[in-house]
């Protein structure tokens, strides 16, 4: 059974993004087509891209731009940002101001 529409709509728009969202306005945009969507449909909905192997953009910004805020990221994506981390050159960390 594949993704619901409404999430791979929700993935596609941000994957074709050029501007610098962030993980807020992810979660924004979730709640706008989902009523009553919030951070932890986000979180699934996150993993569940970068699990496909589909949207590294969106799954990459999202995953960055909440650790950037938060200092770490959820238990919920432990291994995914691991994931997304270790791909990252030391050079792509420094331009996103992450060590």
Excluded at 33 to 52: F, L, P, R
């Amino acid at each position: 059974m594949g993704m619901a529409q409404y999430k791979e709509a929700l993935l596609n728009e941000f994957e074709g993004r050029t501007d610098d969202w962030s993980f807020a306005d992810f979660e924004r945009k979730l709640k706008e087509v989902k009523g009553g969507g919030n951070y932890q449909d986000a979180k699934g909905i996150i993993n569940e891209a970068h699990n496909s192997g589909r949207w590294p953009i969106t799954v990459k910004r999202y995953l960055i731009t909440n650790y950037k805020i938060f200092g770490n990221v959820s238990a919920e994506f432990t291994t995914t940002f691991n994931q997304v981390y270790s791909s990252m050159s030391d050079k792509e960390k420094a331009a996103w101001g992450i060590k």
